[in-house]
């Protein structure tokens, strides 16, 4: 997937969670873009197609089996990105769990895990870039992919949602802490997309029908985020646009905002489109 209006050439990129869904298209549409990429998640062999995919568009690419739980194998994964390409421009911290659950039903090893991907494994990947990039004349910039239900609770969402509301604050005081300086901090709050991890939850049946897969935005849309947060150095993008201002202006009337989602919610459940084969 190609998106013209921006390149990267020469660029060093490193991506977590690049096996599928949004990290797999977001590396992919960089390498389009003429960056060089680190690909790291878990799947040792499918990151290994990837990562030839990116080599097809003409550009370097590393694929790096590692869990970033383990701050550790995150430590290791810079060190090899750095000695293979001497600098990291672009890190997209994009590695996330879904187990959704009820919050009166929540398993707590359940929750101890999206916090330990969702939320601690984004700090370790954070703390490694910055140690990186400030060591850069040139810095760098880090994208962080929290999503729309780190603004607004959702239920059978709440874990997940817990997990990426602490993600934005973190995200919020890492930017304030680096303002001024050569290392930039980007917030990508995408909304439903369509990607394997929500087919999964969409067949989970805690969460079947909580939201038409017709309903869902390709992952295109986030890519598209990601590159404009890194292009113009921007603060927070919201996908869709103007979604996350909406669940901003919700919290001055929690009342209000709980009975719009739950009407919101009941309609889509009613929707009826193209559903996937």
């Given at each position: 997937?190609?998106?013209?209006?921006?390149?990267?050439?020469?660029?060093?990129?490193?991506?977590?969670g690049?096996?599928?869904?949004?990290?797999?298209?977001?590396?992919?549409?960089?390498?389009?873009?003429?960056?060089?990429?680190?690909?790291?998640?878990?799947?040792?062999?499918?990151?290994?197609?990837?990562?030839?995919?990116?080599?097809?568009?003409?550009?370097?690419?590393?694929?790096?089996?590692?869990?970033?739980?383990d701050?550790?194998?995150?430590?290791?994964?810079?060190?090899?990105?750095?000695?293979?390409?001497?600098?990291?421009?672009?890190?997209?911290?994009?590695?996330?769990?879904?187990?959704?659950?009820?919050?009166?039903?929540?398993?707590?090893?359940?929750?101890?895990?999206?916090?330990?991907?969702?939320?601690?494994?984004?700090?370790?990947?954070?703390?490694?870039?910055?140690?990186?990039?400030?060591?850069?004349?040139?810095?760098?910039?880090?994208?962080?992919?929290?999503?729309?239900?780190?603004?607004?609770?959702?239920?059978?969402?709440?874990?997940?949602?817990?997990?990426?509301?602490?993600?934005?604050?973190?995200?919020?005081?890492?930017?304030?802490?680096?303002?001024?300086?050569?290392?930039g901090?980007?917030?990508?709050?995408?909304?439903?997309?369509?990607?394997?991890?929500?087919?999964?939850?969409?067949?989970?049946?805690?969460?079947?029908?909580?939201?038409?897969?017709?309903?869902?935005?390709?992952?295109?849309w986030?890519?598209?985020?990601?590159?404009?947060?890194?292009?113009?150095?921007?603060?927070?993008?919201?996908?869709?646009?103007?979604?996350?201002?909406?669940?901003k202006?919700?919290?001055?009337?929690?009342?209000?905002?709980?009975?719009?989602?739950?009407?919101?919610?009941a309609?889509?459940?009613?929707?009826?489109?193209?559903?996937?084969?």
């Open positions: 997937m190609q998106l013209p209006r921006f390149r990267f050439d020469g660029r060093n990129v490193l991506v977590t690049a096996s599928s869904g949004i990290g797999r298209e977001t590396a992919l549409a960089f390498a389009a873009a003429g960056a060089n990429v680190v690909l790291v998640a878990r799947r040792a062999q499918t990151l290994a197609k990837v990562a030839a995919e990116a080599r097809a568009a003409g550009v370097a690419a590393l694929a790096v089996a590692a869990d970033v739980t701050p550790a194998a995150v430590k290791a994964c810079f060190r090899k990105s750095v000695a293979r390409f001497k600098r990291i421009d672009v890190v997209v911290n994009n590695a996330g769990v879904l187990i959704p659950a009820p919050v009166t039903e929540m398993a707590p090893a359940d929750l101890q895990r999206m916090l330990d991907v969702n939320l601690f494994g984004a700090l370790h990947v954070m703390q490694a870039s910055v140690r990186q990039m400030r060591r850069q004349p040139e810095g760098g910039h880090i994208v962080n992919v929290a999503s729309l239900a780190g603004r607004r609770g959702y239920s059978p969402l709440g874990g997940y949602s817990a997990s990426k509301f602490a993600l934005v604050g973190m995200t919020e005081a890492l930017r304030t802490e680096l303002a001024g300086g050569n290392v901090v980007s917030l990508v709050l995408p909304g439903v997309v369509d990607t394997p991890m929500v087919d999964a939850a969409a067949a989970d049946p805690v969460t079947a029908g909580f939201w038409p897969a017709a309903l869902n935005m390709p992952a295109a986030v890519v598209w985020s990601i590159f404009a947060a890194v292009r113009f150095r921007l603060a927070e993008v919201a996908v869709p646009p103007g979604s996350a201002l909406l669940e202006l919700g919290s001055l009337a929690p009342g209000a905002a709980d009975v719009l989602v739950r009407g919101v919610t309609a889509a459940r009613r929707f009826r489109g193209p559903q996937k084969s």
